[in-house]
């Protein structure tokens, strides 16, 4: 570590280590690139530390303790089922997270690129100082990625500590709470919200707007509200949270809905009302990079910020904040820095799932804005029930929806409810981006019996020549 006012020279700095970082760090190395990577906290960022990873252990946990409690049609009887939440918990970050953040640091090893622990802000548009335990350095750069991700929105009224969490405590309560409230019903509301239902608590959701996971269609959002209030859930719509009181072991929210004061209390209470870019303490106004009015780096579609040399990727930049959109971002800042001019955002679709009691996905266009475009489509919508493996699986909830262009038939979006959208939206995201046709699908080949076969059956649908339906 060097201390002092000279700045190192270095080559591609990039700062964060998410999916958006760590992989625009591995794909600049490979086009040639010598880069450093600045990290505050742990590699892998929020979504294999804290976000999609570890939510989704604790998810398929609860979907097994639920499906060890439950009866089955097949016959299989258990007795005295008991969860262990502290090996829960150890297998979580010990098994999961652990094993993905040292096989990322053994890839950035494997790049050659440099690792720095510390927190980095800009001092202008060529150095950045980085704060260290023990002092700090400064780097001076001829590119940078910058790739801060995000943190959750604190509501003012309700602080975090003790009882009043965010997702990162929900991850690693010490004990299945009895009573969880959650304020904002949206894909990590609900996602969490869920684990814990499927584990015995009694979880209550108290959301502002007049639906839960926004993003998804009421069609699509139903199966997953009517199972949630089959656990005990309840959801409580166009509700205004106001204030929260603690006392040593409980927590009691006041909230408002329809012009009434109401109040619920829990044991905890997990406030998830959406995520705030990381764009106000990196000392941006050091330099010409600008923000939108909506407080996130303006990029252009290679990435670029207003600075030629500085580029911005992921939850930092406008648009949904996922991981797979900030790995995708992150390949084209590399090659874009890389000297490639034809490095470009142009994707037609981004997927987005929520991993619900019953998955929900969605790729491309979706009802809404088809309806408000005015859009001449063609709908077709084919059940799970009618699918073999679906039935063998005993797994028969939910339905596929394409949409199609009434005259060319290419496909514009998809929609999927059930066991494994999350896997099955990708050859659909696949055939928009290629600009395949329902036809195209229906005459691909799909193995027998699976899933995937009701993707066919929904083209058949569309083209007008059902098998299954
Ligand atoms: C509970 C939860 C579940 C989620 N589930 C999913 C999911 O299933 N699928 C999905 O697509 N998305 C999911 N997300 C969202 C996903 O985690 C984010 O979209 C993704 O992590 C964004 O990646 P990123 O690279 O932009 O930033 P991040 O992953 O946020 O990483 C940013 C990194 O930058 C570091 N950093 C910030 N400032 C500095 C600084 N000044 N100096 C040095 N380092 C700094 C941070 O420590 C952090 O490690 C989930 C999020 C949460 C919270």
């Given at each position: 570590?060097?201390?002092?006012?000279?700045a190192r020279d270095v080559d591609t700095i990039i700062i964060g280590s998410g999916p958006g970082g760590y992989v625009a760090a591995i794909r600049a190395a490979?086009l040639g690139q010598k880069v450093t990577i600045i990290e505050r906290?742990?590699?892998?960022g929020?979504?294999?530390?804290?976000?999609?990873?570890?939510?989704?252990?604790?998810?398929?946990?609860?979907?097994?303790?639920?499906?060890?409690?439950?009866?089955?049609?097949?016959?299989?009887?258990?007795?005295?089922?008991?969860?262990?939440?502290?090996?829960?918990?150890?297998?979580?970050?010990?098994?999961?997270?652990?094993?993905?953040?040292?096989?990322?640091?053994?890839?950035?090893?494997?790049?050659?690129v440099d690792i720095i622990?510390g927190e980095a802000t800009f001092n202008d548009n060529e150095t950045v100082n980085i704060v260290?335990?023990?002092?700090h350095e400064l780097l001076q750069f001829n590119n940078a990625i910058i790739a801060t991700g995000s943190?959750?929105?604190?509501?003012?009224?309700?602080?975090?500590?003790?009882?009043?969490?965010?997702?990162?405590?929900?991850?690693?309560?010490?004990?299945?709470?009895?009573?969880?409230?959650?304020?904002?019903?949206?894909?990590?509301?609900?996602?969490?919200?869920?684990?814990?239902?499927?584990?015995?608590?009694?979880?209550?959701?108290?959301?502002?707007?007049?639906?839960?996971?926004?993003?998804?269609?009421?069609?699509?959002?139903?199966?997953?509200?009517?199972?949630?209030?089959?656990?005990?859930?309840?959801?409580?719509?166009?509700?205004?949270?106001?204030?929260?009181?603690?006392?040593?072991?409980?927590?009691?929210?006041?909230?408002?809905?329809?012009?009434?004061?109401?109040?619920?209390?829990?044991?905890?209470?997990?406030?998830?009302?959406?995520?705030r870019a990381n764009t106000d303490a990196i000392g941006l106004n050091n330099t010409d990079v600008k923000l939108t009015e909506r407080g996130v780096i303006d990029v252009a579609e290679n990435m670029q910020t207003r600075v030629p040399h500085i580029f911005a990727i992921g939850d930092i930049t406008a648009g949904?904040q996922?991981?797979?959109k900030a790995s995708f971002q992150g390949k084209i800042a590399a090659a874009a820095i890389s000297g490639d001019k034809q490095a470009r955002d142009?994707?037609?679709?981004?997927?987005?799932?929520?991993?619900?009691?019953?998955?929900?996905?969605?790729?491309?266009?979706?009802?809404?804005?088809?309806?408000?475009?005015?859009?001449?489509?063609?709908?077709?919508?084919?059940?799970?029930?009618?699918?073999?493996?679906?039935?063998?699986?005993?797994?028969?909830?939910?339905?596929?929806?394409?949409?199609?262009?009434?005259?060319?038939?290419?496909?514009?979006?998809?929609?999927?409810?059930?066991?494994?959208?999350?896997?099955?939206?990708?050859?659909?995201?696949?055939?928009?981006?290629?600009?395949?046709?329902?036809?195209?699908?229906?005459?691909?080949?799909?193995?027998?019996?699976?899933?995937?076969?009701?993707?066919?059956?929904?083209?058949?649908?569309?083209?007008?020549?059902?098998?299954?339906?």
């Amino acid at each position: 570590m060097v201390v002092g006012a000279q700045a190192r020279d270095v080559d591609t700095i990039i700062i964060g280590s998410g999916p958006g970082g760590y992989v625009a760090a591995i794909r600049a190395a490979e086009l040639g690139q010598k880069v450093t990577i600045i990290e505050r906290d742990e590699i892998g960022g929020v979504c294999l530390n804290i976000g999609c990873i570890p939510s989704k252990a604790l998810i398929n946990v609860g979907h097994h303790y639920r499906e060890a409690i439950s009866e089955t049609p097949f016959g299989l009887e258990t007795e005295n089922v008991t969860l262990d939440w502290s090996k829960t918990q150890s297998w979580k970050q010990n098994t999961v997270v652990n094993t993905l953040t040292s096989g990322v640091k053994l890839l950035l090893k494997k790049h050659h690129v440099d690792i720095i622990k510390g927190e980095a802000t800009f001092n202008d548009n060529e150095t950045v100082n980085i704060v260290q335990d023990d002092g700090h350095e400064l780097l001076q750069f001829n590119n940078a990625i910058i790739a801060t991700g995000s943190r959750p929105i604190e509501i003012p009224s309700m602080p975090f500590g003790d009882r009043i969490i965010d997702s990162t405590g929900a991850l690693s309560l010490e004990q299945i709470p009895e009573k969880l409230i959650i304020v904002g019903g949206g894909v990590i509301g609900s996602e969490l919200g869920g684990v814990y239902a499927n584990l015995g608590t009694k979880v209550t959701i108290i959301e502002g707007l007049d639906h839960t996971l926004n993003g998804f269609d009421h069609e699509m959002t139903k199966p997953v509200l009517d199972d949630f209030k089959k656990q005990g859930g309840e959801v409580v719509t166009s509700a205004t949270a106001k204030s929260a009181v603690q006392t040593a072991d409980h927590v009691t929210l006041n909230y408002e809905v329809d012009g009434k004061e109401q109040s619920v209390t829990g044991d905890y209470l997990l406030v998830a009302v959406g995520r705030r870019a990381n764009t106000d303490a990196i000392g941006l106004n050091n330099t010409d990079v600008k923000l939108t009015e909506r407080g996130v780096i303006d990029v252009a579609e290679n990435m670029q910020t207003r600075v030629p040399h500085i580029f911005a990727i992921g939850d930092i930049t406008a648009g949904p904040q996922l991981a797979h959109k900030a790995s995708f971002q992150g390949k084209i800042a590399a090659a874009a820095i890389s000297g490639d001019k034809q490095a470009r955002d142009l994707h037609y679709s981004l997927p987005a799932v929520a991993y619900t009691q019953f998955e929900l996905a969605t790729t491309g266009e979706d009802l809404e804005t088809i309806k408000s475009d005015n859009l001449e489509v063609k709908i077709s919508k084919f059940p799970f029930a009618g699918n073999g493996r679906a039935i063998s699986m005993d797994d028969t909830t939910g339905f596929i929806r394409l949409i199609s262009d009434k005259k060319t038939n290419a496909l514009l979006g998809a929609q999927i409810v059930g066991p494994s959208a999350s896997d099955l939206i990708s050859e659909l995201s696949l055939a928009i981006e290629n600009g395949l046709t329902t036809n195209d699908i229906s005459l691909t080949i799909h193995p027998h019996p699976t899933l995937g076969e009701a993707i066919m059956d929904t083209a058949e649908l569309a083209d007008g020549l059902p098998i299954h339906i």
